[in-house]
């Protein structure tokens, strides 16, 4: 019997960007990439849901302010659906919505540098702790 994404060891899984700006997706895209990383692209909240449910996805990556489905509304639907799944906020807007919890932050503009701590700080979260 084949595991459903749901059920896949975090550290198997990819990154999922989530950026309605294609010119950005590809940059966000481009860095992690270029770092190693696995990455799968969408471009709205919706077809990140698609990719979610086919896909064994670790970490993703989401926009706060897309059409249709925005980050928060994605990041409801994750915690609930896929709960293992950590997420980090993109967002030029940081001060907007203090009812919502990514599990990271990251403010636009940002360097490659800062995307890439943004993803070692989740990578950090899906492994077991040495102390416990």
Known sequence: MVKSAKDMPVADQVILVVEDDSVQR??????????????????????????????????????????????????????????KVLVGMITAYPGEGSDFFPDALLSKPFGHRELLDLVKSLEQKTQPSLDS
């Open 26 to 83: 590809r940059q966000i895209a481009r860095a992690l990439i270029s770092s190693g990383y696995l990455v799968s692209l969408a471009a709205s909240g919706e077809e990140a849901i698609e990719i979610l449910a086919e896909t064994a996805v670790g970490i993703v990556l989401t926009d706060r302010r897309m059409p249709g489905m925005d980050g928060i509304e994605l990041l409801e639907r994750i915690k609930e659906e896929y709960p």
